[in-house]
């Protein structure tokens, strides 16, 4: 499905809705098949530092990772809100104390939490509301991922999304980055150029 003619807060609102329709029993069931698909992707591909995110919205939950993976290095995001709008990866292992920034997402305490470099070996799981096969998501709005990318680095992007919400073209513009993977329930594919 072309959306790429659409607004994209209302792309955004209608996406959010449909994701929020799952019950928790069919949003657990299709974040267990994605977080199966992404532990083997991520170990054939070597990955030494994963950054992921909590849950928010009823975005999928890919905690299981950090317990199937034993010997990667786990990153959550902590968003400078204040200052720079920057987004930065610190240090994290299941367990450990996390705050509430001031969108209400859970990240680690920066004071606490050894902020972590990307690089070759890193892959960055990358929330979205939406995605399109070219590799673009649909965030909330505020860039901050966007940025990151654009900072530069060799870290590999993976727009994370339910299949119910990817489609052949979404609107974008000349910040959006596009991401290299996109994964869904239904398995990980490499996006297609445009």
Known sequence: MDLSGHNKATLRQRFLTERNA???????????????????????????????FLPFKGEPDLTELAALMPDSIFGLPVIDIAETRALAFHAWRPGEPLRPNRFGILEPDPSQARQLTSGIDTVVLTPAVAMDRRGYRLGYGGGYYDRFFAAGGEATGVGIVYGACLVSQLPCEEHDRRLAFIATEHGIQASRPD
């Open 22 to 52: 799952l019950d928790d029993h069919e949003r657990a069931a299709l974040s267990a098949r994605l977080v199966g698909h992404l532990a083997a992707w991520l170990s054939s591909r070597q990955a030494a530092q994963v950054f992921l």
